[in-house]
C-alpha cells in the first residue's frame, strides 16, 4: 500500500504573511498606547493647572477680602501684606484710667503668618475707621468670671466661655484717643504676607508663598500682584503714601502642567480682590 504524505503546516508565504499582520496589529496596538498615554498626561497637565488657579484664587481672595486699603502693610509687583486680625473684640466697660474690660466675640487661627508681628487696632463706637498701634497689645489685668460680670452687667450675653472676657490696661500711651469707650471694637491682629517666589519644587518655574510656606504653583515667572486706584489706573506697586487710593489688588498670572509640562499646556489667571469699604 502506497503511504500518503501529510501536507499539513504552512507554507514560507503564508508564515511572512502572518508576520507582516502581527507586525501591523503590533504597532497599531502600541500607537494606540502611546496616543492614550499622552492624551492622559496631556489632560494631568490640564487638571493640574486649572486646579493651581483655582486654590489660588480661593486662598487669597477668601483672606485678602477680609482687609481694607487701610490694613495694607506692603503693595509690591511680588508681594502683598495686610494686617490681618486673629482675634476681635467688643469693649463693654471703661473700668478704670487707661483700662477696659472686653468680650472676644471672634478668632481666627493665626497658621502660617509672619512670626514677631503684632499689633492693636481700634474704632470708635459707630465709626469705621479704625486706630492703628503696630508692635503693641494691651497688658491683661485680669481675665475670667471678673471681666464677665462686669460685661454681663453691661449687656453682655451670659452663655460666652469665661475665658472670653478680659480687662486689658495700658492704651493711653499707644493710642491719641486713649482708652477705648464702651461699644469700641477691638482688633488684635498679625501680618499676612503673600508673595510670588521661585519654586523649591520645580525648577525655574514660580510658586505662590503664603508666608514661609510654598502654596500653589508651578507659574510661569511673570505672575505678579497690582494694584487698582480709585483714579482708575493700575500700578504695578504703591508707595505707603498711597495705601488708601488703592480699591482692590489684582493678581495675574499663567499656570502650567506638572513637571516637565512637555504639552506646554498654559492656564491664565486674573483676578481682581476688592477691599471692604
Known amino acids: 500500500m502506497k503511504r500518503i504524505k501529510s501536507e499539513a503546516g504552512f507554507t514560507i508565504v503564508e508564515a511572512l504573511i502572518t508576520l507582516v499582520i502581527s507586525g501591523l496589529l ?12 499622552r492624551f492622559y498626561e496631556h ?18 481672595s ?21 494686617r490681618f486680625d486673629i482675634m476681635r473684640a467688643i469693649v463693654c466697660d471703661t473700668t478704670a484710667t487707661d483700662e477696659a474690660t472686653l468680650m472676644v466675640y471672634d478668632t481666627v487661627a493665626a497658621w502660617g503668618l509672619d512670626g514677631g508681628f503684632l499689633g492693636t ?6 465709626e469705621e475707621d479704625f486706630e492703628y498701634a503696630d508692635a503693641f497689645l494691651p497688658s491683661t489685668v485680669s481675665t475670667g468670671s471678673g ?17 472670653s472676657y478680659a480687662q486689658l490696661s495700658g492704651w493711653g500711651g499707644n493710642f491719641t484717643s486713649g482708652v477705648p469707650d464702651p461699644g469700641a471694637m477691638v482688633r488684635f491682629y498679625s501680618r499676612l504676607s503673600y508673595h510670588f517666589a521661585p519654586s523649591s519644587f520645580f525648577s525655574s518655574r514660580t510658586a505662590l508663598w503664603r508666608g514661609s510656606q510654598e502654596l500653589v504653583g508651578p507659574y510661569e515667572n511673570d505672575a505678579a500682584f497690582s494694584y487698582l486706584m480709585d483714579d482708575g489706573s493700575v500700578q504695578s506697586s504703591v508707595s505707603s503714601a498711597n495705601f488708601d487710593q488703592v480699591v482692590a489688588i489684582r493678581v495675574t498670572a499663567t499656570a502650567i502642567g506638572d513637571g516637565a509640562n512637555r504639552y506646554d499646556v498654559e492656564r491664565d489667571l486674573q483676578f481682581d480682590i476688592p477691599f471692604r469699604n
Request: proline share 5%.
Open 26 to 37: 503590533a504597532s497599531a496596538m502600541l500607537s494606540l498606547l502611546l496616543g492614550q498615554s
Open 43 to 60: 489632560t494631568d497637565d490640564q487638571i493640574w493647572a486649572e486646579q493651581s488657579n483655582r486654590a489660588t484664587f480661593d486662598i487669597v
Open 62 to 82: 477668601s483672606e485678602l477680602r477680609m482687609a481694607s486699603a487701610t490694613d495694607l502693610l506692603a503693595a509690591e509687583s511680588d508681594s502683598v501684606a495686610v
Open 121 to 126: 487696632a481700634y474704632s470708635d463706637p459707630y
Open 147 to 163: 471681666p464677665k460680670a462686669t460685661c454681663v452687667a453691661n449687656g453682655s450675653p451670659s452663655s460666652n466661655p469665661d475665658n
